[in-house]
């Protein structure tokens, strides 16, 4: 009665490795599903890693021990490290603390700066 106890059924929208939001239907036409053997998540070659931060201490850490991780693999030409501090951005994502780190648009991390060598591993794992 009313459309008491009803959830009106929404499409949940979520942020993926080239940096746009897509509903969950147009996910599968994204340039996610077209990653090359080389682990490169979009088009042009390069797999993205985000640090989300609002410009604080910690933020700038995880942003640090990303690009040390990066530089550590040999990887400064395959790997983008972007830095978003825009909070419309980062609400987009749905992380309620930061830092938080985004690997081939999966959140993997937040709350905390992670160790380079932690980074490593998650950049491994992802594609």
């Known amino acids: 009665m009313f459309g008491i106890g009803k959830k009106k059924e929404e499409k949940q929208a979520s942020a993926c490795c080239c940096n746009a939001v897509h509903a969950e239907a147009e996910k599968e036409s994204c340039c996610c599903t077209e990653r090359k053997a080389d682990s490169a998540c979009c088009p042009d070659g390069k797999m993205t890693v985000t640090v989300l931060g609002s410009g604080c201490k910690s933020c700038h850490a995880l942003l640090e021990n990303t690009q040390a991780a990066v530089k550590a693999m040999g990887k400064e030409n395959d790997i983008q490290v972007e830095y978003v ?29 992670l160790r380079p060598a932690e980074i490593q591993e998650l950049i491994e794992k992802c594609c």
């Open 85 to 113: 501090t825009d909070l419309e951005k980062i609400m987009q994502y749905g992380v309620m603390s930061m830092p938080a780190l985004v690997i081939c648009g999966k959140i993997v991390s937040a709350g905390k700066p």
